[in-house]
């Protein structure tokens, strides 16, 4: 009988680290959109996603296990899309057309979709681990 493999637990990185990787798909994000849509100010684009960033990181849950896909993952991409989207709203940002789908789209590809790699890593070495 098969049972799920064991959660990700990432045991000698500190999750600065985690958060790093996080932040890094943050700025990419925003580069990317800037660049393609030929704005100013990079700064005044990333600091609303930096800040949801940052609040979904003082979850507990989150630091605990931030390789989770489910839910660490998903409520990093939840926290810092809706919170993101809602402090460009306020600031004058612009929110016109398809950006709020874009950016949950291209968030969720980027925060949760890092995490699936350690996922199947795990999944691999328990495979290989049945066998020997």
């Known amino acids: 009988m098969d049972t ?3 959660p990700v637990v990432p045991d000698q990185v500190h999750p ?3 958060f790093g990787i996080d932040a890094a798909a943050v700025l990419v994000f925003a580069l990317v959109g800037m660049l393609s849509h030929g704005s100013d100010g990079y700064l005044g684009i990333v600091w609303p996603f930096l800040v ?5 990181w003082f979850v507990p849950a989150v630091r605990a296990l931030p390789l989770l896909i489910w839910p660490s993952g998903v409520m990093i991409w939840v926290f810092t899309a809706g919170i993101g989207l809602a402090l460009r709203a306020v600031s004058g940002g612009g929110m016109s057309g398809a950006f709020p789908w874009v ?3 291209v968030l969720g590809l980027l925060l949760v979709g890092w995490r699936v790699v350690p996922e199947v890593v795990e999944r691999r070495r328990e ?3 049945r066998y020997l």
């Open 4 to 6: 799920a493999p064991e």
């Open 16 to 18: 600065a680290w985690w």
């Open 52 to 56: 949801g960033l940052a609040v979904a």
């Open 103 to 105: 950016t949950l789209g």
């Open 127 to 129: 495979r290989r681990a």
